[in-house]
T-cell receptor, first 110, second 111 residues
């Protein structure tokens, strides 16, 4: 069965520190993975997708098929990065169905 | 701005009293989704539409129904809400590619 695991409910760092939000997935096929973010009092929105290999707001994520991971990284955290981050896996069948992880709350302290 | 709108933002209902949540989108997207998100849990897909083609998830309770009268609107009907249906309900739309655009959610409290 497809599954997304985010092992940390909360990640607390100081401004300027590196950040790594962990995401592991379970999927037998070729995965398509995404990171969605929800800032305080805002709606859930797409941050980045693995096939684009892009950097958004300084965040990057690399798909590691050997470790079945898609960790989100940023070298220097900013206070405005504080948010809820969800890793998501595209599910087969249907139309762009997503399976979400339970999310990690990132708190960046001054 | 084109967006996904959900009404109401907060809904309180009594155990067993039917409730309808509304979602509309001005993006002219083919696909619309309903998710249930309980406290500290992942958003869980209930069902989705591609145009009028309805796709129910296997584990979505029969108590949950949906209607999509036109491209813009999609409704979630809970026929007999139980206490366990207290949750945030998220609507999203997509043009059918990888990105989903989410509404702000409706927080439902069943008493």
């Amino acid at each position: 069965a497809q599954r997304v695991t985010q092992p940390e409910k909360l990640l607390s760092v100081f401004k300027g520190a590196p950040v790594e939000l962990k995401c592991n997935y379970s999927y037998s096929g070729s995965p398509e993975l995404f990171w969605y973010v929800q800032y305080s009092r805002q709606r859930l929105q797409l941050l980045l997708r693995h096939i684009s290999r892009e950097s958004i707001k300084g965040f990057t994520a690399d798909l590691n098929k050997g470790e079945t991971s898609f960790h989100l990284k940023k070298p220097f955290a900013q206070e405005e990065d504080s948010a809820m981050y969800y890793c998501a896996l595209r599910s087969p069948g249907g139309y762009n169905k997503l399976i979400f992880g339970a999310g990690t709350r990132l708190a960046v302290h001054p | 701005d084109a967006m996904v709108i959900q009404n109401p933002r907060y809904q309180v209902t009594q155990f067993g009293k039917p409730v309808t949540l509304s979602c509309s989108q001005t993006l002219n997207h083919n696909v619309m989704y309903w998710y249930q998100q309980k406290s500290s849990q992942a958003p869980k897909l209930l069902f989705h539409y591609y145009d009028k083609d309805f796709n129910n998830e296997a584990d979505t309770p029969d108590n949950f129904q949906s209607r999509r009268p036109n491209t813009s609107f999609c409704f979630l009907d809970i026929r007999s809400p139980g206490l366990g249906d207290t949750a945030m309900y998220l609507c999203a739309s997509s043009p059918g590619d990888e990105t989903q655009y989410f509404g702000p959610g409706t927080r439902l409290l069943v008493l």
